[in-house]
């Protein structure tokens, strides 16, 4: 670890110091990329052998994707942006060696479009009054390795759609195992119940209040559900990935109850002794590489803390995939909502040891009570 915090140090003091780093490009339509990864990668309008066969590359991607643009003039302005993306991937593989970029489903958006369709954490300075500190719990029998897919506590990869509603997903994740693990029952919950009723709190005391697919949290979803009463089925209550209409929550068709949650502290010893015993836990997460991202360890040298992903915890592996001067890495292993044709089957692996995009930075748990329910 140490050995990659001096290469991080030594890349930036390097190319910072350089001329390389004024001279950023500006002309490939992505002004509000992160500027810090701009700054020490510079992009190469002239990357011939990078973009070389873009044409081919964008029919691929369209045909896989199934991707169709109304007029001439939107299929070049995509096509643009798609060959700015490939720029994008190359500097995050650079970054990011020990995982793989390159072309998603993603990549003829740019990095706004990305962050307002499928993104939308809101990170709140308060806390909703219901939330405990998570008690220190015992960290010296933890397993090596644990993946909650292999104890039937994980539903299958869902997918928000073009609705930035990541926080529901991530809640409800979190209560499925829980209820799991309360009941012995896996049930698949509604994130449209939530996107639909968890309106109601006052925005003096939170900063904000969940908004749908314009943003939540995920411990305001578990306050929602503690107040409500519980959450339906999704097959009773199915998600549509708009928002806007009315609360339609049937409380006789309540699944799954919360009886309390709590936030866990930085210390990862105590995040996977939390998951260990307590189920997958809701997490946030800076996004920045996750547009690109294709496979294996995500361990990037420079990340932002800035929290804009609601994604679910599920596990953990001792070592990663790593470029062969490097140890192999430690990794926490993360349930995203974008579908299963995107990453690993749907979910991302990000190092484990130091923080990394600000993944310690705001982990909850949630327990859920018996409940008896007629399905």
């Given at each position: 670890m140490e050995r990659i915090s001096l290469y991080s140090l030594?890349?930036?003091?390097?190319?910072?110091?350089?001329?390389?780093?004024?001279?950023?490009?500006?002309?490939?339509?992505?002004?509000d990329e992160e500027p810090l990864i701009r700054q020490v990668v510079s992009s190469d309008d002239d990357d011939d052998d990078h973009l070389l066969n873009a044409e081919h590359h964008f029919s691929f991607f369209k045909s896989k994707f199934a991707k169709t643009y109304?007029?001439?003039e939107e299929h070049d302005y995509r096509f643009g942006v798609f060959k700015a993306n490939l720029r994008r991937a190359k500097r995050h593989q650079i970054l990011d060696p020990s995982a793989v970029h390159g072309v998603t489903k993603f990549s003829d958006l740019t990095p706004s479009e990305f962050r307002r369709q499928f993104l939308g954490l809101n990170r709140r300075l308060r806390l909703p009054a219901d939330a405990e500190k998570a008690p220190l719990l015992p960290t010296n029998d933890l397993p090596t390795d644990f993946d909650w897919r292999d104890?039937?506590?994980?539903t299958g990869v869902k997918d928000q759609g073009a609705c930035g509603s990541c926080w529901s997903f991530s809640a409800t994740g979190a209560l499925e195992g829980a209820h799991y693990l309360t009941t012995g029952?896996?049930?698949s919950l509604s994130e449209q119940q939530l996107v639909d009723c968890d309106h109601d709190c006052d925005p003096e005391e939170y900063g904000a209040c969940d908004s749908g697919c314009n943003g939540g949290l995920m411990t305001t979803a578990f306050e929602y559900t503690l107040k409500a009463g519980g959450l339906e089925r999704e097959e009773d209550y199915p998600y549509t990935g708009t928002d806007g209409g009315s609360c339609k929550f049937d409380k006789s068709k309540i699944a799954?109850?919360?009886?309390?949650?709590?936030?866990?502290?930085?210390?990862?010893?105590?995040?996977?002794?939390?998951?260990?015993?307590?189920?997958?836990?809701?997490?946030?997460?800076?996004?920045?590489?996750?547009?690109?991202?294709?496979?294996?360890?995500?361990?990037?040298?420079?990340?932002?803390?800035?929290?804009d992903h609601g994604v679910l915890l599920v596990g953990y592996g001792s070592a990663g995939y790593a470029p062969i001067r490097f140890k192999e890495k430690p990794f926490w292993i993360i349930k995203n909502s974008w579908g299963e044709n995107w990453g690993e089957n749907g979910y991302y692996k990000?190092?484990?040891?130091?923080?990394?995009?600000g993944v310690d930075s705001m982990v909850s748990t949630v327990a859920a009570a018996i409940h008896t329910t007629s399905h």
């Open positions: 030594l890349l930036l003091l390097s190319i910072l110091s350089s001329s390389l780093a004024s001279t950023v490009s500006s002309n490939d339509g992505f002004d109304a007029t001439q104890h039937g506590a994980v029952e896996l049930v799954a109850t919360v009886s309390n949650f709590s936030v866990i502290s930085l210390d990862e010893d105590q995040i996977a002794a939390n998951l260990v015993k307590n189920g997958p836990l809701a997490v946030g997460i800076n996004a920045v590489y996750m547009q690109t991202y294709i496979g294996g360890v995500s361990c990037p040298y420079i990340c932002g803390k800035h929290l990000i190092c484990r040891g130091r923080n990394v995009c």
